[in-house]
Each structure stands twice: as structure tokens, then as C-alpha cells.
């Protein structure tokens, strides 16, 4: 089993859709979790932080479930900016695991 | 992109040459990392590095790389002999305290 799995995407939405990407992890000793943003030949940008009692920045709303071992990303109102690959990364002890990356399009 | 610095941007080998990529951590950090970047495919851990130390080399391939960081200069990812796999982008971060990691530009090594 992979240690930070994604959905593999790739998902294609109409501009003003709402998206929402899916994450679980393998190691139950994770303490802080990230979604990271990457665009096309980019590095990995931090989106946001993933608290235990979710949170929302804007559009964006992060989901935590400890116990089910799995972390979530909702997009609102999705922009054409939006487009890019999105890394559910998981922290244990300094030690950063990447998912693979869920591709998202926004069309007009 | 906050002080986490690679270069070069872009490198070009030919088959059996070496590859020296080079990352400079946010001032006043001592840890990198080091991730490859296949084509299409997502980010994969290589190495773990303290000032003069590996913490965590599970990543890296056995054979033909290797990598450093020295007390004094940047960290380097060395590969040798680079064959048309090796092709990829090579990203270094530096951790951050609260906020996961920055990440470095990027060198985009092409064999040819």
C-alpha cells in the first residue's frame, strides 16, 4: 500500500463547479498534514495547512479524519486559476510523504 | 520562492556524464530535502539531510547517486553516469517550522 494515496484524477469542471479531492494516508503516527498546490513545470506551493477540526481559506475548505486515516479538499466555485495538480502531503516526525497529485481543469 | 535556492534551472547531460545539482536551504536552516519528479507522475522522496549528515536515504537509488550536505556550501545530489531515466525535475525543500516545506525551484535534468 502506497503511504499517501489521491484519487487519480484527472477531473475536468465547468468554471463555478465545486470539486473535491480525497486522501488517505497509511501511517497512523502522521501529525500534520498539507494540501500543496503545483503547477505545470512548477514547484510545489503550500495551499494550505489541514487542522483536525477543518478548516476554510476563502474557496477552499480542508477536512481531517483521524480516525479513518483520511484528509479532504473542497474547492467552491472553481475558477479557470484553479487549474493545476494538487499533493496531499502527510507529516510524521519531519518527515514529509507527497501523494502522487490529483490533475484538475477548470474549463470556461 | 522564499529563499530556498537550486540551480542550476535547467541541466543537460549526456549519457555517462555526471549530474552535481546544487540547493541552498532558507537562511539559517540545516535540513533539506531532496524529491524527484518523474514526467506525469508525482513527487518521490529521495533523501533527508542535516549539515554534514544523512538522516533518511531510503529513497535514493543504490547505485550512481549519492548525496551531501557540508558544513560549509550547499547541499549536492550527484549522479553518476546518468542514463535517459534519470531525466526528471529535482526539487529540494526546506522545512519550515508551522507550515510544511518550501520548495526550491527546481533543476530540470534532461539526458541525452
Known amino acids: 500500500r502506497k503511504e499517501v494515496e489521491q484519487d487519480p484524477g484527472p477531473f475536468n469542471v465547468p468554471e463555478g463547479a465545486t470539486v473535491a479531492f480525497n486522501c488517505t494516508y497509511s501511517n497512523s503516527a502522521s501529525q500534520s498534514f498539507f494540501w500543496y498546490r503545483q503547477d505545470c513545470r512548477k514547484e510545489p506551493k503550500l495551499l494550505m495547512s489541514?487542522?483536525?477540526s477543518g478548516n476554510e481559506d476563502g474557496r477552499f475548505t480542508a477536512q481531517l479524519n483521524r480516525a479513518s486515516q483520511y484528509i479532504s479538499l473542497l474547492i467552491r466555485d472553481s475558477k479557470l486559476s484553479d487549474s493545476a495538480t494538487y499533493l496531499c502531503?502527510?507529516?510524521?516526525?519531519?518527515?514529509?510523504?507527497f501523494g502522487a497529485g490529483t490533475r484538475l481543469t477548470v474549463k470556461p | 520562492n522564499a529563499g530556498v535556492m537550486q540551480n542550476p534551472r535547467h541541466l543537460v547531460r549526456r549519457r555517462g556524464q555526471e549530474a552535481r545539482l546544487r540547493c541552498s536551504p532558507m537562511?539559517?536552516?540545516?535540513?533539506v530535502y531532496w524529491y524527484r519528479q518523474l514526467p506525469e507522475e508525482g513527487l518521490k522522496f529521495m533523501v533527508y539531510l542535516q549539515k554534514e549528515n544523512i538522516i533518511d536515504e531510503s529513497g535514493m537509488p543504490k547505485e550512481r547517486f549519492s548525496a551531501e550536505f557540508p558544513k560549509e556550501g550547499p547541499s549536492i545530489l550527484r549522479i553518476q553516469q546518468v542514463v535517459r531515466g534519470d531525466s526528471a525535475a529535482y526539487f529540494c525543500?526546506?522545512?519550515?517550522?508551522?507550515?510544511?516545506?518550501?520548495f526550491g525551484s527546481g533543476t530540470r535534468l534532461t539526458v541525452v
Open positions: 489541514v487542522y483536525s
Open positions: 537562511k539559517g536552516h540545516s535540513h
Open positions: 502531503v502527510v507529516n510524521a516526525k519531519n518527515d514529509m510523504r
Open positions: 525543500a526546506s522545512p519550515g517550522e508551522y507550515y510544511g516545506y518550501t
